[in-house]
């Protein structure tokens, strides 16, 4: 009579099968029964998502961020996920860090802030998944979370944008009050050239209801005519 195990594999899992240390098949989900003298070994297999700790990083003109990041994963060779190293995440991880060290250090801190504290995950992700192929693991995507600033750096930032800010907006008045001189002086030679026009603008600015008495100045004595032409 032969000895028989019943084995039940969740959802979301796979069970390698070792017999005499090595694996000798795979079960996918689903209930299964085993015989003789097996060990067996669960692997999750759903998509997971790790958050990277803090770490703190240079950039090349020596000042410190600490950032954030985050990998989605998921195992695809549970087999070289359980055997290639003792711990495969950690492998993932060390590599992401390598590549974020080596990405921040080639830029300046005005160059992180200019692009809205984000960093380009492309260079991230290429590291991740080299690593994670070596070792069962498919790296889907790696996004840093946060980039944090020291609060001195920051504002100073805050600092160089308001004076940019307040620099523009002087220099645009003194555009707008140009052209309005410009404008007046236009207006005041054709006043000047065409004294109707003035006294036309005086009667506009007037208040509604007003009384008005304009004075004709005599330019000259009236000529008589001769009475034999």
């Known amino acids: 009579m032969s000895m028989f195990t ?20 795979v079960l996918p989900p689903g209930r299964h029964r085993l015989f003789g003298e097996v060990t067996t070994a669960f692997v999750e ?9 803090p770490q703190e990083v240079l ?7 600490r950032v954030t990041a985050a990998l989605r994963v998921a ?17 993932v991880y060390l590599a992401v860090q390598i590549a974020l060290r080596d990405h921040v ?5 005005e160059d992180v802030m200019r692009r809205n504290d984000r960093i380009d995950g492309a260079a ?11 070792n069962g693991i498919e790296v889907r995507e790696v996004f840093v979370k946060d980039v944090i600033v020291s609060s001195e750096i920051r504002s100073a930032a805050m600092e160089l944008v308001t004076a940019k800010a307040r620099g523009a907006a002087r220099l645009e008045a003194a555009r707008a009050e140009t052209a309005a001189l410009r404008a007046l002086a236009n207006a005041g030679r ?16 007037v208040p509604y209801g007003s009384r008005v ?10 000529t008589e005519s001769d009475p034999d032409e």
């Not at 950039?59 to 961020?65: K, P, Q």
């Not at 054709?190 to 600015?205: G, T, V």
């Not at 008495?213 to 009236?222: E, K, Y």
């Open 105 to 109: 250090s080639g830029a300046t801190v």
């Open 190 to 205: 054709m006043l000047d050239a065409y004294p109707a026009l003035a006294q036309l603008k005086l009667i506009q600015a």
């Open 45 to 53: 297999m759903r998509e997971r998502l790790f958050a990277l700790s």
């Open 75 to 91: 195992v695809t060779d549970p087999v070289t996920f359980t055997e290639n190293a003792a711990d495969p995440v950690s492998a």
């Open 213 to 222: 008495t304009l004075s004709v100045r005599d330019t000259g004595a009236p």
């Open 59 to 65: 950039t090349a003109d020596a000042v410190a961020l």
């Open 124 to 134: 991230l992700l290429a590291a991740a998944q080299a690593a994670g192929a070596r």
């Open 6 to 25: 019943r084995l039940t594999v969740q959802v979301g899992q796979c069970a390698l099968v070792y017999r005499d240390g090595k694996v000798e098949r």
